[in-house]
């Protein structure tokens, strides 16, 4: 079974940083998107940023400069690195992953910026 498992959230002062995790099984990681979202109270998802099938990334434009994806393979495990963090990034990020005609989500994790 696909399994994806977010951790790395917390409370956070503004201009601070945090890293996240998303470590994945049942699937060949690798080979597919891998994305990381976001949902703020009374807000909808947000999407922030992609690992691509070749390997690049893409980014928000409210998170560019300021976050970056990258992932381990070998640990199945993708990680969200968030620096200069600010009120507004303060949601539940989730991390996806598209395998066929599907998107697989992870529980989330928490982050709070004040």
């Known amino acids: 079974d696909v399994q994806l498992v977010e951790s790395g959230g917390g409370a956070v002062e503004t201009g601070g940083s945090l890293r996240l995790s998303c470590a994945a099984s049942g699937f060949t990681f690798s080979n597919y998107y891998m994305t990381w979202v976001r949902q703020a109270p009374g807000k909808e998802r947000e999407w922030v940023a992609t690992?691509?099938?070749?390997?690049?990334?893409s980014y928000a434009d409210s998170v560019k400069g300021r976050f970056a994806i990258s992932k381990d393979n070998a640990k199945n495990t993708m990680y969200l690195e968030m620096n200069t963090l600010k009120p507004e990034d303060t949601a539940m990020y989730y991390c996806?992953?598209?395998?066929?005609?599907?998107?697989?989500w992870g529980q989330g994790t928490q982050v709070t910026v004040s």
């Open positions: 996806a992953a598209d395998i066929g005609s599907r998107r697989y």
């Open positions: 690992f691509n099938s070749d390997g690049t990334p």
